[in-house]
């Protein structure tokens, strides 16, 4: 059935989407800063899919599940939503698990203040 793993990573991707959404985590906590963290995150992967590939490691197998549109060598479309999904998973998870450790985490306590001669520096 041609479609039905990028429907789902599609579904996948609409359901971060939503709980970004419900709880602030990482799109609407700030867009900007979250669309170059998502941009630089799918280059890298993509990055290193190429290298993969180049190196032989990687490759397409014959699936029913893609809709067989490629761009580029050996790289499927729903490669990008897959890291999309990957990248998007990831920054959702951080920005969950980050106000859990701060509220948990024991009050950080300054030094003390060093003393030369009577004077604090």
Known sequence: MPGLYLACLVVALV??????????LFFWRGPRRAA???????????VWDLAGIGLGVFHRGP?????????APE??????????????VTMDLI???RP???RTAPPRVEPPARRTNGVAR
């Open 100 to 102: 859990v450790v701060e």
């Open 36 to 46: 170059a963290v998502m941009a630089v995150g799918i280059a890298y992967f993509l």
């Open 15 to 24: 359901g971060m989407t939503v709980l970004d959404a419900r709880f602030r």
């Open 95 to 97: 920005g969950f698990v």
């Open 63 to 71: 699936s029913s599940w893609l809709i067989g549109v490629q761009v």
């Open 75 to 88: 790289v499927p479309v729903e490669e990008l939503f897959f890291l999309a999904l990957l990248c998007y």
